[in-house]
């Protein structure tokens, strides 16, 4: 080793310990790259599966509307003609296409039936709904949007291609090639669906008819439900945990229990749901109101921190000053620390709120995942509140991936954009009302 | 139940009527002069209302579970008619309307009396914490000793084969549902600790403030995401990517539900866990040692190598024994990502499941509460409690206890 070194040279070992300090850098700057990369390929997967399912394919058809096969008896009674059943309509809607493919000249490539599954097996009960709404409409036409069938829609999305149609039992080139020309003429349209939004679940051979409208809809409620129970709840038990409890251990004990809770895993609850509140409680099985139950106990621990975080934000001097004046415990509470608490505590609300409807598990035990067409009414005739069967939107994901059709991926991918959206909007609430009363003290 | 939400109609009708009643009364009192009260009319209303609501609400409620529990355990009883439940609620607001009343005075000090029905309310909202526990272990307390009773304990905690039959004659052993549910949480552990530990490391001690003020909120943003997403992303991408890039190119299964692919995106769900729990104990290290250490000449990364991280390591290992029971309670991304296949192998690109599917697999669909096929669930998620439960307290231990020695 040579006896004199130099600041201006690095030595052997100071290089070293200089190349491990950029390594290290290195790997931190790798492991954020990591991070955001699945972020990335996370939103980028799911939005660009799922975006076009709000874009669906319909057919604008001129249907004729027989008297002689829709309304034999002439009485022009809806409860008479419900007797006809889709069957009978579908017939109709298939001769239209016929008469507008040759009011086109396109050349008519396949047997009637094969035709006919271009239109979605869900068009002819549309039909019927409208026809029974307004009877008078018989004996007439009527022009009318009706759905496309998911493999037609899949084409002109680029998820059905000439060569996977022909190894299709449900489609053929053929066909593929009748609709372009009908999208060529402009009767066959792909345009926003307010459907995927409204519509009821629908069964597995027709994905282009499937929507969001009932999984929406109980998911709603379900947040109505959890907002009435667990805000109240959690409120007063954080108030009475930071406020009033003594110090000894029974509070320790509920304060452990509390920060356990908030770990326990989410179908854990749903084991629970299950247990207490269908097996025991007798509440209808996949109903919101039982939905909302569970997700509310869920809830509960994870507002009950965050607010009493925002208590116990709150200056001691503000209790001082008010049991100064002559204010009980209680009204030094509810009058001045709880409305300072408040935007920190709905701000935690908020949170709690997304991840309760976000959750999924825990719904899958108690019935959730039913097949429901009709929608949910808050106050059934026949059983409790909210104890209609409905599903909600994680569970309709989870739902549709379970369909074999690939058309379902597409629905299933929608309807998470819909989900992330509703989060996302609930979260800048959360963070404008942060930004806007938050006090430092 | 359209009896009941009459009664509860009534008595809350009976409360409010309670409330305005005694105001007025509490104004007659005092002749004019309020200073002639001991309290404000105002507080013995509130005190005449809630003396009349909470025992006819806490009545109903009683009533309802002592009903539902004799008829568990003995049959249909004579409470089983809301009208009765519903009459008795009736019976206790009208009661407590009629005390609340009577005790009116000059001199009744209607706030304390008040706000002691309140404490009631606030008590109560914190044992419903406790309850919750309570049912929680009570619910499959008892399955599961259904369970042990026609299925012996020994098959199920020591059986290497799950084939569970509706139809009876079915091997219920835990051990490959225990197998899968470590190894997948194995993998994302290794994936996540590392990657959050780092980003952690590097946007608390080296980041620009522009930098973090992007990467922390984006990397935040992954916690927020549903598990569902997560799942749906197993399933739809990261599987047939494995599949086709690495398990079949290399010989090793052709299956796209695998144990590395729910692992992985596990893993990518527990990186904001992971980093934003030991970036507050990064956080929490005194600036004091970093500045011993520097001044000692150590780089930066010497620093944090030999003195951060040695100081925050209780509060580390503390945060990855919550990112485990994350793992191991975690459902959506292995029903979707994992498979549905018991079995006990090695190769990490073969499907595999665990203890959470196999609890969703046999509690869903019709199920006949009385078979061992149905009710091995509840001794499943019993397990599973435990397990998560032991890992938690654990982890509250030593993250509580480190967090003490600084502050």
Redesign the interface.
Known sequence: MTAKSSLLVQDKRTAQRNAAERRFIWYGKAAIAVSLAALVLLLVSIFGNGLSSYRQTFLTLTVELPEAKLDKSGVRDPAVMSKVTTIGYAPLLTNALIAKMEELGIEKTLSDKDLADIISKEAPATLRNIVLADPSLIGGTITLPVLASGRIDGFFKGRVSMESAALDNNTSPEALVIAQQLSDAGVLTTRFNWGFLTAPDASDQRPEAAGLGVAILGSLYMMIVVLALALPIAVAASIYLEEFAPKNRWTDLIEVNIANLAAVPSIVYGILGLAIFINFGHLNQSSPLVGGLVLSLMTLPRIIIPARAALKSVPPSIRDAALGVGASKMQSVFHHVLPLAAPGILTGVIIGLAQALGETAPLLLIGMVAFVRDYPAAFPDSSHIFGDPATALPVQVYNWTQRADPAFVERASGAIIALLIFLMAMNLVAILLRRRFERRW | ?SDL?LSSLLILFLGGAGYFIARLRAAQLSGGDSRALTALPAQHGLFVGLNALLPGFGAILLLLIVE?MAV?WSGPSFLDRPWIIGGVGIAAAVVGLVTGLLRQSRSFRA??AA?GW??V??????????L??L??VM??L??TRAFFQSYDWRDFFFSSTWSPNFRGGSDLGILPLLWGTIYISLIALVFSV??????A???SE??SKN?RSV?KP??E??A??????????A???VGPALRDYFAQPLGWGDSASSVMTAGLVMG?ML??FV?SLSDDIINAVPQAMRDGSLGLGA????T??QVVIPAALPGIVGAVL?AA??A?????IV??GAGAAARLSLNPFEAMTTV?VK??SQ??GDTD?NSPETLV??AL?LT??VM??GL??LA?YIVRKYREQYE
Not at chain 2, 194 to 199: N, R, T, V
Not at chain 2, 224 to 233: C, D, E, H, N, W
Not at chain 2, 328 to 332: F, L, N, V
């Open positions: 139940m939400s539902r568990e706030r304390i706000e309140i404490s309310l606030l008590i109560a909202a914190s044992v419903v914490a406790i919750t526990t049912g929680i619910s499959m008892f399955e590392p990657i959050g530990l780092f980003a490391i590097y946007l080296y980041a930098l990467a984006a990397i943003l992954l927020g995401i549903p598990t569902i997403v997560y799942g749906l992303f399933l739809v991408t990518i990186i904001p980093s780089t930066k990364s010497e944090i190598r919550l029971s994350r191991i309670g975690e459902t959506m029903v979707l959470t609890i969703v509690l869903t509460f669930a509840f998620g599973l409690f998560t439960l938690n307290i509250l």
